[in-house]
């Protein structure tokens, strides 16, 4: 059976028989869709880099839990409505 590593709500890593929904940046603490046009460009242009920072998320919560914040590219509105008002932002994850 295939395992994920994805990081939880604590900061750590654990292993899951279900793949994460959402990549992230631990270096500059961004989330976004696995298919993240700008994260994708990032690690083919710089194959090796990019993927020692990537970390997976098994959903939007958890990823602000560990006080990351939404991408500017693939989750446009999000990242709008974060950047308006932050702690609002995560109240609606009840954070």
Request: glycine share 12%; with cysteine; net charge positive.
């Amino acid at each position: 059976m295939k395992m994920y590593k994805l990081l939880g709500a604590d900061g750590k890593e654990y292993l899951s028989e279900t793949p994460g929904t959402l990549g992230g940046n631990s270096k500059d603490k961004i989330y976004g869709r696995l298919n993240c046009g700008t994260a994708n460009a990032t690690i083919k242009r710089y194959p090796g880099v990019y993927e020692q920072h990537r970390v997976f998320f098994a959903d939007e919560k958890t990823a602000l839990a560990v006080g990351f914040r939404p991408c500017g590219n693939c989750l446009r509105k999000q990242f709008r409505e974060y950047m308006d008002d932050p702690q609002k932002y995560r109240e609606k994850f009840g954070l």
